[in-house]
């Protein structure tokens, strides 16, 4: 390999930005707007050794460019940038800081903790406002220049899955394979294990249609967390936007992108969860890595009058200031580099509120949704919004544009509530149940706008939702202080563990109860890998330090006899989500509206039978009710839902018009099979059930 350490520097472009390789040499540009000058250093193969430093000749645009001749793919890289260092201006330049790329594509080395990576003298007297003269390369990893066409996808396609059809599954690349023992070492906790036919089984065995992976950037090592003996195990520390984490493809980026067209062709999306509200380098006191040091104040928001400070809306430090046109192009180069050289179908949004912020506060016509909801690529992506952050305002649910479907925290937590037997859920469920019509149902959007959660990564696991009524977050080592302290959740009876087969049973009862109203409500559903079959963290609900088997999915579980059980639950709800197309309606239509003479397209009806009015939805005592779904094909009845969170057994009366019913499914009882059902049935506690009509079930048209 020619790494052409001696090659003259030619002006080379402007554009594309980064280390870009076309056959003759490489050319590198690197925008910053308050730079005097930029030189870029060459490294060893091991990138221990700088062996050659040189000026970028030109800077057109604010971007500084120049070409080195005979330089190969492999080259490995960084930045130094010099210009004033004025913390009080905003300016935070140190040429003895090495730099990475915000464009680079893969990264060689890792960072190594010590106080020469911050751009000021820690300790010092003035903090922040002193200049640490130290040469940071030896604790920096190094950029390497890669191949324009590193991979062949051959004559692959992406599944087109409809968001109406679409089942996400959100998942840990790591986590998901660290205690498979059927796979190879080599392959567990890497992007590879992904792909690996034994994984693949157990998605369509859920009939999920997309995975929706955590961060996969490249992202730092908290250095607090290593003092603690902890690590940074979910992933939202951003330290390069375009490359992957090392640990996930130590064979090389292909490996993801092997494991991507391995879904794809097995009829499985691929979503990411991005971060680009904020980076790893934190408020001013963090250390100088990357856009910091190249030019802090165009990448960052700062506080006007006071740039030495930044706006944190995020609650991680900073801020990324995507109202710079510079700034938003590296964000939306990032996002088609994901889409177009991975093949991803989708993006989640981490703090998409944060992204929606202009100088005013969150607006739903944003640059940033504005410049994707135009791009030819992006704009026919899957796009899920985080809707909130930690600034004024910051819950946006429902308010984000058309195209972009929103995590449903008002969903989470009326299920939760609801099943746990709080009083005046019912209004809550029901609402919930109709894809939160209150919340999505403008601008023409759809149901599926609502991604639906009972649980996600951040937060209780399903078992330990029913397992434990407080957080245990002792081995996290802040006081057992961090994480949400309001989970909606119950331990019924025991605080944790228990060889109460009654309680135990019980857990099971409500987990079912839980997962069936996940599954039967418009909107898009969304479960949390391991849910399935009971992974538990032991009640922590807050493991993003927790790179261990307490975070990791124990496949174990899913082989016992109930973690067997529950996974063929869970496939029996898709199914049945498929077979009724009233369980997931891909419109908001008048609920009211007469499907047949005297039957609305939904109804909601009391255990008696009789019809929900507006003053019993007020009555907060009032809990059990059951609700009736006609669907557009053919003008039929479809199903009717049934549900009893009490703590006994309920009867019910089917409402009028008397019709031929069948028992589809009861998550009071492990039992899947079908019954007929006449006038009325009894519903067991926490449970819902699913009466399908006559006829009805036949799947889309």
Known sequence: ?????????????????????????????????????????????????????????????????????????????????????????????????????????????????????????????????????????????????????????????????????????????????????????????????????????????????????????????????????????????????????????????????????????????????????????????????????????????????????????????????????????????????????????????????????????????????????????????????????????????????????????????SARRYWRGDAAQRQGMAGALCGSRSLFDRRHRRPWSSVNFITAHDGFTLADLVSYAERHNEANGEDGQDGTHENFSANWGVEGDTDDKAIAGLRDCVRRALLASLFFSDGTPMLLAGDEFGHTQSGNNNVYCQDNPLSWLDWSRADSPRGETMIRFVGRLAELRWLHPSLHADRYLDLAEEILPGVARAGFFEPDGRPVSPADWEEGEQRAFALRRASLRGGVVDVTLLLNPRDGALSFVLPEPSLTWTCELDSGTEDHSVTAVTDGIEVQAHSIVLLAAQGAGDGPA
């Open 1 to 413: 390999m020619n790494q052409a350490p001696h090659a003259p520097l030619s002006a080379g472009r402007p554009y594309p930005l980064g280390a870009n390789h076309d056959g003759l040499g490489v050319n590198f540009a690197l925008f910053s707007a308050n730079a005097t000058r930029v030189d870029l250093c060459l490294f060893d193969a091991n990138g221990r050794k700088e062996m050659r430093r040189v000026a970028l000749p030109e800077c057109t645009d604010e971007v500084w460019h120049g070409y080195l001749s005979d330089a190969e793919p492999g080259l490995l890289y960084g930045f130094r940038v010099h210009g004033p260092y004025d913390p009080a201006n905003g300016h935070r330049f140190n040429p003895f800081k090495l730099l990475l790329d915000p464009y680079a594509r893969r990264l060689h080395g890792e960072v190594h903790w010590g106080d020469a990576l911050f751009g000021y003298r820690v300790g010092h007297a003035r903090g922040d406002l002193s200049m640490d003269r130290r040469d940071s390369a030896a604790l920096m990893p190094k950029c390497i220049v890669t191949a324009e066409h590193p991979y062949s996808w051959g004559d692959s396609r992406a599944p087109d899955t409809p968001w109406a059809d679409t089942i996400l599954y959100e998942v840990h690349v790591r986590g998901a394979s660290m205690m498979r023992d059927d796979i190879p070492v080599s392959m567990r906790g890497t992007a590879a294990a992904l792909g690996d036919p034994r994984f693949v089984e157990h998605l369509h065995r859920l009939d999920v249609s997309a995975v929706e992976l955590l961060p996969v950037h490249a992202f730092l090592q908290n250095r607090t967390l290593e003092e603690r003996g902890l690590r940074n195990y979910w992933g939202y520390d951003t330290l390069a936007y375009f490359a992957p984490e090392p640990r996930y493809v130590p064979n090389g980026p292909n490996t993801l992108r092997q494991a991507i067209r391995r879904l794809h062709a097995a009829g499985i999306q691929v979503v990411l969860d991005v971060v680009y509200n904020h980076t790893c380098e934190g408020n001013e006191w963090g250390p100088t890595l990357s856009w910091r040091g190249i030019d802090n104040a165009s990448y960052y928001r700062l506080v006007p009058g006071d740039e030495r400070r930044y706006i944190d809306e995020t609650g991680c430090g900073n801020t990324v200031n995507l109202s710079h046109p510079a700034v938003l192009r590296m964000v939306l180069d990032s996002l088609r580099e994901w889409a177009c050289s991975y093949r991803v179908d989708g993006f989640r949004f981490d703090l998409c509120a944060t992204l929606g912020r202009e100088g005013t506060g969150f607006d739903p016509g944003a640059g940033f949704f504005d410049a994707i909801l135009q791009d030819l690529v992006l704009s026919r992506l899957k796009l899920i919004a985080e809707p909130w952050d930690v600034g004024l305002g910051g819950y946006q649910l429902g308010q984000h544009p058309p195209g972009f479907a929103e995590w449903n925290g008002v969903f989470r937590d």
